[in-house]
């Protein structure tokens, strides 16, 4: 169990509040239309999983409803910050995307 930091209410808050959205700032294709299945697919259902820091949505079901941002450790669930979605993405291009 971990807690998260709304930066919607400003309140941390135990895990089981919140709803995990998956993984943050997957790019989608320019033209989708132009794509095969297997690469419709892959930007579906494919996601990275990997063992140490990694950006994620998250909504606060229980509070707000809101989603932000993430970057957590999957291996130790430490929290290196919550944002909302527009101040993430400027964290997350500022140290040059995934990381």
């Given at each position: 169990?971990f807690?998260?930091?709304?930066?919607?209410?400003?309140e941390?808050?135990e895990?089981?509040?919140?709803?995990?959205?998956?993984?943050?700032?997957i790019?989608?294709p320019?033209?989708?239309?132009?794509?095969?299945d297997?690469?419709?697919?892959?930007?579906l259902f494919?996601r990275k999983n990997?063992?140490?820091?990694h950006w994620?949505?998250?909504?606060h079901n229980?509070?707000?409803?809101?989603?932000f941002?993430?970057?957590r450790?999957?291996a130790?669930?430490a929290?290196?910050?919550?944002w909302?979605?527009?101040d993430?993405r400027?964290a997350?291009?500022?140290?040059?995307?995934?990381t």
């Amino acid at each position: 169990m971990f807690v998260l930091f709304c930066p919607h209410c400003g309140e941390k808050r135990e895990e089981e509040e919140f709803g995990y959205g998956g993984e943050a700032f997957i790019p989608r294709p320019s033209k989708p239309e132009t794509l095969d299945d297997d690469a419709w697919g892959d930007y579906l259902f494919m996601r990275k999983n990997p063992k140490g820091w990694h950006w994620e949505m998250w909504s606060h079901n229980t509070g707000c409803r809101k989603f932000f941002v993430v970057k957590r450790n999957t291996a130790t669930n430490a929290i290196a910050g919550s944002w909302t979605l527009s101040d993430g993405r400027k964290a997350y291009d500022a140290e040059g995307g995934a990381t």
